[in-house]
T-cell receptor, first 116, second 111 residues
Framework: DVKVTQSSRYLVKRTGEKVFLECVQD?????MFWYRQDPGLGLRLIYF???????EKGDIPEGYSVSREKKERFSLILESASTNQTSMYLC???????????????FGEGSRLTVL | SQELEQSPQSLIVQEGKNLTINCTSS?????LYWYKQKYGEGLIFLMM?????EEKSHEKITAKLDEKKQQSSLHITASQPSHAGIYLC???????????FGAGTILRVKS
């Protein structure tokens, strides 16, 4: 089975702290994604990566950065956490789909971040 | 995403009843994905549709993509408590490697 593992299920941080969210997949997928999920807003794409050291901004990249040094690992970084970044963060990975799109996404269990 | 509208936002049904969730796009859909999420957990893939008119079923869940490829429906027959959760549609609207998601539909099934 494909496994996407997120390092922390629950985190509580203080405003201004630097936060690292780690994601590891074991299926040799090219694509990796970070979404945040908020009630009523669904999933919004923060950043994605289609290759090692490559990254693309999603719909809401402000306040976030990412790192992909190895194919299996995609990290989301909050340089200076703020209360409006309190959310559920979901990592996903996929192969390229047949039609050139992302194909089926496999999701991790999510990381619920609270910023006080 | 405003590009992908799901309806209804929430739904409460009596166990055994049928229900339908809709996902409507403002653009042509190159791929439409349905996921289910239990509260506080990750998303579980249900099915993917790519061709206009395509219909797929898994157990008591059926999804269709309309001919014009701008709307999909998810139909659950004889709902059970195990069907409760959040259903999200995700779409590939242009050639690229990201999915856009709807806001989700919260389904509760009363025993």
């Amino acid at each position: 089975d494909v496994k996407v593992t997120q390092s922390s299920r629950y985190l509580v941080k203080r405003t201004g702290e630097k936060v690292f969210l780690e994601c590891v997949q074991d299926m040799d997928h090219e694509n990796m994604f970070w979404y945040r999920q908020d009630p009523g807003l669904g999933l919004r794409l923060i950043y994605f990566s289609y290759d090692v050291k490559m990254k693309e901004k999603g719909d809401i990249p402000e306040g976030y950065s990412v790192s992909r040094e190895k194919k299996e690992r995609f990290s989301l970084i909050l340089e200076s956490a703020s209360t409006n970044q309190t959310s559920m963060y979901l990592c996903a990975s996929s192969f390229w789909g047949l039609a050139g799109g992302p194909g089926e996404l496999f999701f991790g269990e999510g990381s619920r971040l609270t910023v006080l | 995403s405003q590009e992908l509208e799901q309806s209804p936002q929430s739904l409460i049904v009596q166990e055994g009843k049928n229900l339908t969730i809709n996902c409507t796009s403002s653009k042509t859909l190159y791929g439409l994905y349905w996921y289910k999420q239990k509260y506080g957990e990750g998303l579980i893939f249900l099915m993917m549709l790519q061709k206009g008119g395509e219909e797929k079923s898994h157990e008591k869940i059926t999804a269709k993509l309309d001919e014009k490829k701008q709307q999909s429906s998810l139909h659950i027959t004889a709902s059970q408590p195990s069907h409760a959760g959040i259903y999200l549609c995700g779409a590939d609207m242009e050639y690229g490697n990201k999915l856009v998601f709807g806001a989700g539909t919260i389904l509760r099934v009363k025993s």
